[in-house]
């Protein structure tokens, strides 16, 4: 089926469309480097935006205005498309089990897991007997109802929800304005009441002391940066929690987390290229932070426990694609780190776990995950791997160290998410759970390809590919291609429902591999950050020309779409080859660059700085972000069609920047568009946060995907 058979409604030929907004032009000037650096809308940005994100509804009326516009006026094109949303929302809707539940964790005499009320938004937190218990839902307790502590809110995001370790209590936390400020209540799971403990501000990360009378957590400060580590004791005022670490280094970021013994507390500080963590006896009720190896520029580490040593995943001694050295747990310092598991070129280990007398680790090579289990006493060494072109791989350990038992996930861009537990010591597997697709999905009805593009160095670019099966493969399809491209993160080839209902009106799904990333390998994420960043530009606009050349697609009938720094990527290839693309959907987009890693003042600029360079001090990286920048390098040439999405309490990438651009986009492009502008007035970087809201705005985006690639804009 053609997208342009579908439902978009024949009136938008004869409408007129509605005039676009005009943003004022306030233009300020300031000399950087030698250079005069003009902005001419930056006034988009609230002088009181810190205040912004606690408060809505404190953004300034001009500014306020303006955005009201844009989204009256992005509703007014979309309104051909308006059943085709809907129809969108009800087709992803179906792919969603209301019902649906997570595999129960066993710890202790209980089993934790989540479920859904059919319809409901958010989650119910649950646990019941590990034994089994009477009734239908074998002695079910409901420990945490999510959808109704978010009734009569405009925004509820839960973060966390862990239990203590005596099984009494239950630490939770909640964002209820999309500003990722958590505030963290302890439920008394016996009366089902909160205590009176309230701790807010947090990153809403929560890790219990072995004795259950405390918790630690993240503060963040005044300029909503994670940079202090406390503990909160029970029946205490938050104001005299102990300070265990406070990050003098705005550059760097803290963050918390347990080895699965249980044993110890990990305080990770970190930007993108440099890591120190701190470990905390959590059975010792006055034990303070010790340093494992203090921080050293480019050195990255963590930690897991067994026994009397620490299981080390790091980068030293130039392990570019990461090791596995040990330590003992007294003297964890590098002079005592021994290779366990060695470097070996082009094999990235991600991540590493400790279980009963094995450690398990998580790699990629050739751009494929496998787990790989090691006896510690023995050094004997299995793998799990699937015989796919292209699927997903993660671990999902649970809360328990003295097992035979490892949970992991599986899935392929065709095949439903698959839960597993894997016996380690029989090397057996048993399916515990396959995601459930209530419309209906047969995977034999698709095909998974990988192939590689070739990027101007010569560099093999690899794409992953779902279609359907009988897609006859002669250029015609239109194509969804979606990339990202920075941090290290690598997109996993996995199971994803919304773009079925792209694939299944006939378009081909692609997922470009570029370079920034870590699909392959750590050279990889290097190849495509501070002065090599136009690789992943150049990168994602071959992965366009191989998927035209192989017959998946043609010139002009793909739609690039990409969220954050992703957003970042759209915005670049927007002005470096905008005849290759249909449209463009940029979701939260990181497009003004330059301003926003010169001002040292926003949250996220002093750690962004190992990743894209710092322009204040280096006029070097002052060049090279400029000469990309998506908002500095918008020119007078056509452009296509482009939806930006946008957050007003996005601490992330802040809503002015993709308000700034489209406004720029219009006032200086000489044809093509339309420029669109939605930004959701009640939430962030992720959105909606109800699991049915958020299909609103992905409808949004696949509606004006369909309409660019069919009918056009008129």
């Given at each position: 089926?053609?997208?342009?058979?579908?439902?978009?409604?024949?009136?938008?030929?004869?409408?007129?469309?509605?005039?676009?907004?005009?943003?004022?032009?306030?233009?300020?000037?300031?000399?950087?480097?030698?250079?005069?650096?003009?902005?001419?809308?930056?006034?988009?940005?609230?002088?009181?935006?810190k205040?912004?994100?606690?408060?809505?509804?404190?953004?300034?009326?001009?500014?306020?205005?303006?955005?009201?516009?844009?989204?009256?006026?992005?509703?007014?094109?979309?309104?051909?498309?308006?059943?085709?949303?809907?129809?969108?929302?009800?087709?992803?809707?179906?792919?969603?089990?209301?019902?649906?539940?997570?595999?129960?964790?066993?710890?202790?005499?209980?089993?934790?897991?989540?479920?859904?009320?059919?319809?409901?938004?958010?989650?119910?937190?649950?646990?019941?007997?590990?034994?089994?218990?009477?009734?239908?839902?074998?002695?079910?307790?409901?420990?945490?109802?999510?959808?109704?502590?978010?009734?009569?809110?405009?925004?509820?995001?839960?973060?966390?929800?862990?239990?203590?370790?005596?099984?009494?209590?239950?630490?939770?936390?909640?964002?209820?304005?999309?500003?990722?400020?958590?505030?963290?209540?302890?439920?008394?799971?016996?009366?089902?009441?909160?205590?009176?403990?309230?701790?807010?501000?947090t990153?809403?990360?929560?890790?219990w002391?072995?004795?259950s009378?405390?918790?630690?957590?993240?503060?963040?400060?005044?300029?909503?940066?994670?940079?202090?580590?406390?503990?909160?004791?029970?029946?205490?005022?938050?104001?005299?929690?102990?300070?265990?670490?406070?990050?003098?280094?705005?550059?760097?970021?803290?963050?918390?987390?347990?080895?699965?013994?249980?044993?110890?507390?990990?305080?990770?500080?970190?930007?993108?290229?440099?890591?120190?963590?701190?470990?905390?006896?959590?059975?010792?009720?006055?034990?303070?932070?010790?340093?494992?190896?203090?921080r050293?520029?480019?050195?990255?580490?963590?930690?897991?426990?067994?026994?009397?040593?620490?299981?080390?995943?790091?980068?030293?001694?130039?392990?570019?694609?990461?090791?596995?050295?040990?330590?003992?747990?007294?003297?964890?310092?590098?002079?005592?780190?021994?290779?366990?598991?060695?470097?070996?070129?082009?094999?990235?280990?991600?991540?590493?776990?400790?279980?009963r007398g094995?450690?398990?680790?998580?790699?990629?090579?050739?751009?494929?995950?496998?787990?790989?289990?090691?006896?510690?006493?023995?050094?004997?060494?299995?793998?799990?791997?699937?015989?796919?072109?292209?699927?997903?791989?993660?671990?999902?350990?649970?809360?328990?160290?003295?097992?035979?038992?490892l949970?992991?996930?599986?899935?392929?861009?065709?095949?439903?998410?698959?839960?597993?537990?894997?016996?380690?010591?029989?090397?057996?597997?048993?399916?515990?759970?396959?995601?459930?697709?209530?419309?209906?999905?047969?995977?034999?009805?698709?095909?998974?390809?990988?192939?590689?593009?070739?990027?101007?160095?010569?560099?093999?670019?690899?794409?992953?590919?779902?279609?359907?099966?009988?897609?006859?493969?002669d250029?015609?399809?239109?194509?969804?291609?979606?990339?990202?491209?920075?941090?290290?993160?690598?997109?996993?080839?996995?199971?994803r429902?919304?773009?079925?209902?792209?694939?299944?009106?006939?378009?081909?799904?692609?997922?470009?591999?570029?370079?920034?990333?870590?699909?392959?390998?750590?050279?990889?994420y290097?190849?495509?950050?501070?002065?090599?960043?136009?690789?992943?530009?150049?990168?994602?606009?071959?992965a366009?020309?191989?998927?035209?050349?192989?017959?998946?697609?043609?010139?002009?009938?793909?739609?690039?779409?990409?969220?954050?720094?992703?957003?970042?990527?759209?915005?670049?290839?927007?002005?470096?080859?905008?005849?290759l693309?249909?449209?463009?959907?940029?979701?939260?987009?990181?497009?003004?660059?330059?301003?926003?890693?010169?001002?040292?003042?926003?949250?996220?600029?002093?750690?962004?700085?190992?990743?894209?360079?710092?322009?204040?001090?280096?006029p070097?990286?002052?060049?090279?972000?400029?000469?990309?920048?998506?908002?500095?390098?918008?020119?007078?040439?056509?452009?296509?069609?482009?939806?930006?999405m946008?957050?007003?309490?996005?601490?992330?990438?802040?809503?002015?920047?993709?308000?700034?651009?489209?406004?720029?986009?219009?006032?200086?492009?000489?044809?093509?568009?339309?420029?669109?502008?939605?930004?959701n007035?009640?939430?962030?970087?992720?959105?909606?946060?109800?699991?049915?809201?958020?299909?609103?705005?992905?409808?949004?985006?696949?509606a004006?995907?369909?309409?660019?690639?069919?009918?056009?804009?008129?």
């Open positions: 089926m053609r997208p342009d058979q579908d439902h978009a409604s024949r009136s938008a030929r004869t409408r007129r469309p509605p005039a676009p907004p005009s943003a004022e032009i306030r233009t300020t000037e300031r000399q950087v480097h030698g250079v005069t650096l003009r902005d001419d809308y930056g006034w988009l940005r609230a002088a009181n935006w205040e912004v994100l606690r408060k809505p509804k404190a953004l300034p009326a001009d500014i306020r205005g303006y955005l009201d516009a844009e989204n009256a006026y992005c509703k007014a094109l979309m309104a051909p498309t308006r059943a085709l949303q809907k129809e969108l929302v009800r087709e992803m809707r179906g792919r969603i089990k209301e019902d649906d539940a997570s595999v129960p964790q066993p710890d202790g005499p209980f089993l934790y897991y989540s479920r859904y009320r059919k319809g409901a938004e958010h989650a119910l937190i649950c646990r019941k007997p590990r034994s089994g218990g009477r009734g239908r839902r074998g002695g079910e307790e409901i420990m945490l109802d999510a959808d109704a502590l978010a009734a009569g809110r405009d925004f509820f995001d839960l973060g966390d929800a862990a239990h203590s370790p005596d099984h009494r209590l239950l630490g939770w936390s909640a964002d209820e304005a999309g500003s990722e400020l958590y505030a963290i209540r302890v439920r008394d799971l016996e009366s089902g009441a909160d205590l009176p403990d309230r701790v807010a501000d990153t809403g990360e929560i890790v002391a072995s004795d009378r405390s918790f630690f957590y993240v503060a963040l400060d005044a300029d909503h940066r994670p940079s202090r580590v406390k503990r909160h004791r029970l029946g205490e005022p938050a104001e005299a929690d102990e300070p265990l670490h406070e990050e003098a280094d705005a550059g760097m970021f803290v963050d918390i987390d347990k080895t699965q013994s249980g044993r110890f507390l990990l305080i990770t500080i970190s930007d993108h290229e440099t890591s120190e963590t701190r470990i905390l006896d959590l059975g010792q009720a006055e034990a303070k932070p010790v340093t494992v190896a203090p050293q520029e480019g050195r990255q580490y963590s930690l897991e426990h067994h026994g009397d040593v620490f299981a080390i995943l790091t980068n030293a001694d130039g392990a570019e694609d990461f090791k596995i050295v040990t330590a003992p747990v007294d003297a964890p310092g590098p002079a005592n780190w021994r290779d366990l598991v060695a470097h070996k070129q082009g094999r990235l280990i991600l991540d590493h776990l400790c279980l094995r450690l398990i680790r998580l790699e990629r090579e050739e751009g494929l995950p496998r787990i790989v289990i090691r006896d510690l006493a023995g050094g004997a060494e299995s793998s799990i791997a699937f015989d796919e072109e292209a699927y997903g791989l993660g671990l999902n350990p649970g809360f328990e160290f003295e097992t035979d038992t949970r992991f996930i599986y899935a392929s861009m065709a095949r439903p998410t698959e839960t597993y537990d894997y016996d380690l010591a029989a090397g057996a597997r048993t399916l515990l759970k396959r995601q459930e697709i209530p419309s209906g999905h047969d995977p034999a009805a698709y095909r998974v390809r990988r192939i590689f593009a070739t990027a101007p160095d010569g560099e093999r670019v690899p794409i992953s590919i779902l279609h359907r099966a009988e897609l006859a493969l250029g015609s399809a239109p194509c969804l291609l979606y990339g990202y491209g920075s941090y290290g993160s690598a997109m996993s080839a996995s199971f429902t919304r773009p079925l209902s792209l694939v299944d009106r006939g378009f081909v799904y692609a997922i470009a591999h570029v370079r920034g990333g870590t699909d392959k390998g750590w050279g990889w290097l190849d495509g950050k501070r002065e090599n960043k136009r690789n992943t530009f150049t990168d994602f606009i071959a366009a020309g191989a998927l035209t050349d192989a017959g998946f697609t043609a010139r002009g009938r793909i739609v690039a779409e990409g969220g954050s720094a992703g957003g970042m990527l759209m915005g670049a290839v927007a002005n470096m080859a905008p005849e693309f249909a449209g463009i959907v940029a979701e939260v987009p990181f497009v003004d660059v330059l301003n926003t890693i010169l001002d040292d003042t926003l949250p996220l600029t002093p750690p962004e700085w190992p990743e894209w360079g710092d322009p204040i001090r280096d070097k990286a002052f060049a090279t972000i400029r000469s990309y920048s998506p908002y500095d390098n918008v020119t007078a040439q056509a452009y296509p069609p482009i939806l930006a946008g957050g007003l309490t996005d601490p992330r990438v802040t809503y002015w920047e993709p308000a700034k651009w489209v406004a720029r986009l219009r006032a200086t492009m000489t044809g093509g568009g339309p420029i669109l502008l939605h930004t007035m009640e939430a962030g970087h992720g959105g909606a946060a109800g699991r049915f809201d958020s299909l609103k705005e992905t409808a949004l985006a696949y004006f995907a369909i309409q660019t690639v069919s009918e056009g804009w008129g």
